[in-house]
């Protein structure tokens, strides 16, 4: 299946960017409403996949320092088709923002997959949600979108 990529203002796509991260990050992996939208999103760039019938099905979010996160895919539709095709398209709109590299918050357990991919930590490890994350960081022309499922 392929999938329709498109930048969205938040303001006016807000609705389906909220249905699918509460869908994914609130109801099934328990983050809290609060920490989930927490006040970085009305000044992000936000993106949305669509399937072929034109439901949204995914949507991330690239922060102006270069954080890419809140990345959060329906069910039915997680498979490394939708990540790849998303992370092409956000980089490439990164990189005509002039960013040259991405960070994202890790999940200490998958510290190891993204840093054999080109990720170098930045930072202290912290807490956000009450799990442990390591922020990695890597130049936009040597990401590998391969590592990348949801990310929080």
Partial sequence: MSYQIHQVDWGSQDNPIRQIRERVFVCELNIPKAIEFDGRDTTALHFIAYADNGEPVATARLCKDGLLGRIAVLPPHRNRGIYSQMLTFILSNAASNGLESICINCLLDEVERFKNKGFSPCGC????????RQRLQCPISQCDSSPFTMVH
């Fill in 125 to 132: 490890v912290f807490m956000e949600a009450g799990i442990p």
